[in-house]
């Protein structure tokens, strides 16, 4: 190197150690602007959660023909009690079929199955996913054979008025509907922040954009959709995530998604870290994959004036909960000790994203149990962490959740 080179060298680093406070700063304000969007948009939408319902769906005067479908894999612990609990229905029994989509259950399970008015699916698949359930299912319909279909988990239980409210609703124009989710066991402490986390996804992802005329955001199971609709739909679906894809679908075609609060589907929750690490890296992986996906579609969105799917690619652009609080508790300690006057915004940021899961958690979850269940929280989080780095190709394959059955 000449002399030039060297001296001009030097003084880039000179330069770099001089202003080595400013470059920071900079850093820190545009990280700072991200975390702070999440929130504030978090925020934003656990308060108009708090507004009461403006819209209660009449009885409706005629009875809809429904379809549930019920894929299980290897989910010979709950399906039994999923299915009693639709067989229970106050709803006419002509008006509702329920079929079983098994995939490499028991033949001792199948046996108790055929003893059931309903009907059972086999499928045969090399890489099982429910997408390809789902699929299979469907291909032995023909149009308007049903006016309706209701997509349920193997391990669901649902209450008598089940499908009588979600045909009130149908009946009053909802093409899509997401039912309200909650958990049927709060066993583990795992359990506990499992709920926990999926009811605050139920008062700001849900609740609170049905409040402010945005779309529900789909769950996985509890969804109900037209029939001619999903048909037409489903065999457009690649990947897994059926609910997130369905989202994408739903959106473009600027169908609105009802949330249905006060219809329960009753929901097992995760029991051991482990579980929580698979189900969550599934999930990361499937939103990276539909942000990856659905990310060029934001201009068009915008110009097009489709502002429930802008609503729904920025969502994918946030991180999980569990990491946006642990993220935060991370930097606005590094900054106290480094810098306390830099660490006072994100303390107060730290703040307002607590008050925003304690406005979004229900009342029955705020109790002592839930208080030690949070000893767990720094656990989950480094397994949130570990979950970034292996998200490649989760995507692609069904990763199995196992269900003990409550």
Not at 55 to 64: D, E, L, M, R, V
Not at 71 to 86: F, G, K, T, W
Not at 278 to 291: E, G, V
Not at 337 to 361: G, M, Q, R
Request: aromatic share 14%; net charge neutral.
């Amino acid at each position: 190197m000449n002399e030039n080179g060297a001296y001009f060298s030097w003084l880039n680093v000179s330069w770099w150690i001089e202003n080595q406070d400013l470059i920071l700063t900079i850093i820190d304000n545009i990280i700072y602007l991200f975390f702070i969007f999440s929130i504030t948009y978090l925020f934003i939408f656990a308060l108009f959660s708090l507004r009461k319902r403006t819209i209660n769906y009449s009885p409706a005067t005629k009875k809809q023909r429904f379809l549930v479908l019920i894929p299980a894999y290897r989910e010979d612990n709950v399906i039994l009690q999923s299915v009693c609990s639709l067989l229970e229905q106050n709803y006419p029994k002509e008006k509702y079929d329920i079929i079983v989509i098994s995939d490499q259950m028991q033949e001792d399970t199948l046996e108790k199955l055929d003893m059931l008015s309903i009907r059972v699916v086999h499928v045969l698949e090399k890489d099982s996913t429910k997408t390809k359930a789902l699929q299979c299912a469907m291909a032995q319909f023909d149009k308007n054979t049903y006016d309706v279909v209701i997509l349920l988990d193997a391990d669901n239980i649902v209450n008598p008025d089940y499908i009588n409210k979600i045909n009130d609703a149908y009946y009053s124009g909802g093409m899509a509907i997401q039912t309200h989710r909650l958990a049927k066991n709060l066993n583990t402490h795992t359990a506990i922040l499992d709920a926990i986390s999926e009811e605050i996804n139920n008062s700001i992802f849900r609740k609170g954009h049905v409040r402010l005329g945005f779309s529900s955001a789909l769950i996985g199971s509890g969804m109900a959709f037209e029939f001619n609709w999903f048909k037409d739909n489903i065999l457009k679906l690649g990947h897994v995530g059926v609910d997130k894809q369905l989202e994408v679908l739903l959106l473009k075609q600027r169908i609105f998604i009802e949330y249905l609060e006060d219809v329960y589907t009753f929901d097992e929750k995760v029991e051991t870290s482990s579980k929580f690490y698979n189900q969550r890296r599934r999930w990361l992986a499937t939103q990276t994959k539909n942000l990856r996906i659905s990310c060029g579609d934001l201009p068009y969105a915008i110009f097009s004036g489709n502002w429930d799917y802008c609503d729904k690619i920025i969502q994918w652009m946030m991180p999980p909960r569990v990491m946006l609080l642990g993220l935060l508790v991370i930097i606005a300690l590094a900054w106290t000790f480094f810098n306390w006057s830099t660490s006072i915004k994100w303390w107060v940021a730290l703040l307002i994203l607590l008050l925003t899961f304690c406005i979004s958690i229900p009342k029955y979850l705020l109790n002592s149990k839930s208080q030690k269940a949070l000893i767990m929280l720094p656990f989950l989080f480094i397994l949130m962490v570990f979950n970034h780095f292996r998200i490649r190709g989760a995507s692609k394959k069904f990763i199995h959740t196992e269900h003990n059955g409550h």
